[in-house]
């Protein structure tokens, strides 16, 4: 099974939204009818989620949120319910994204905390992890990886299913891709994490980092590369339809 996934970040008004799936779907329906190996996913604004679940009804599409809290309602000003995406239609949460580790200073603890209780609802969460260039450029990208991966699993079900995303951060809205090295090795010791601590062999294991159509064909390859993450190529359905012909 291979998973291509659009974070569409902080872009799109709902009729961008609509348009974007006016010219998405009509071909990479002939991908994933022909496909059963292929799930597109798409994690737009929270604003936006109605739209794109209304604009995708019929289609072999998920679509999912950016972020969620750890309770379903109440005092949580500026929140967004995973229980309320998964009562208009969601599957997926992203948690755990570089930007929102930095920007809004989420830790480890509380992405595991969410990650818990996004599967405890039955939803599929997807976990983002991944070494700053300070820390690559230091040695320490394995052990980064390996304690982003144990206190954001921390709380994990294992009966559950869920993804992981490893997304080097100075890889991420840079052009600078990882080399195929660089992402062979971080892959292989993320499913060795994976084994270790008793999770399915089917757990997707995604990239992100600068996927273009041009690079996606040999990232792709790689062993224990079971799909992509994409940011800026993912707003441009030409460009994120060719990355899911890959
Ligand atoms: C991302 O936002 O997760 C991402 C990988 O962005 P980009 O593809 O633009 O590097």
Same mark, same amino acid.
């Not at 291509?4 to 902080?10: D, E, Q, R, T, Y």
């Given at each position: 099974m291979k998973f291509?996934?659009?974070?569409?970040?902080?872009y799109k008004t709902p009729s961008e939204t609509r348009d974007f799936f006016g010219k998405f779907l009509e071909p990479a329906s002939k991908i994933l009818n022909s496909d059963t190996?292929?799930?597109?996913?798409?994690?737009?604004?929270a604003v936006n989620l109605e739209a794109a679940v209304q604009s995708?009804?019929?289609f072999k599409v998920q679509v999912g949120?950016?972020?969620?809290?750890?309770?379903?309602?109440?005092?949580?000003?500026?929140?967004?319910?995973?229980q309320t995406v998964k009562t208009i239609g969601g599957t997926w949460i992203l948690l755990g994204h570089s930007e929102r580790r930095k920007l809004f200073a989420e830790s480890d603890e509380l992405i595991a905390k969410k990650?818990?209780?996004v599967q405890k609802l039955g939803l599929k969460p997807m976990l983002c992890i991944g070494e700053t260039l300070e820390e690559r450029e230091s040695g320490k990208t394995l052990n980064v990886i390996q304690k982003q991966l144990s206190l954001g699993l921390a709380q994990a079900n294992a009966n559950q299913p869920f993804a992981i995303a490893y997304e080097p951060v100075w890889a991420i809205? %840079?052009? /600078?891709?990882? @080399?195929? =090295?660089q992402v062979q090795?971080?892959?292989?010791? !993320?499913?060795?994490?994976? %084994?270790? /601590?008793?999770? @399915?062999? =089917?757990?997707?294991?995604?990239?992100?980092?600068? !996927?273009?159509?041009?690079n996606a064909?040999?990232?792709?390859?790689?062993?224990?590369?079971?799909?992509?993450?994409?940011?800026?190529?993912?707003?441009?359905?030409?460009?994120?339809?060719?990355?899911?012909?890959a």
């Open positions: 291509f996934a659009a974070n569409w970040k902080l190996q292929t799930e597109i996913l798409f994690f737009p604004p995708t009804k019929g949120a950016q972020n969620s809290y750890f309770e379903s309602e109440g005092a949580f000003t500026g929140e967004t319910s995973a990650f818990a209780y809205g %840079t052009g /600078k891709v990882a @080399s195929l =090295e090795e971080a892959h292989a010791q !993320v499913r060795a994490e994976l %084994t270790a /601590k008793g999770y @399915s062999v =089917e757990t997707p294991i995604l990239y992100g980092g600068s !996927v273009k159509p041009d064909k040999a990232l792709i390859q790689i062993k224990n590369v079971n799909g992509f993450l994409v940011g800026g190529a993912s707003l441009d359905a030409k460009s994120f339809l060719e990355i899911c012909q």
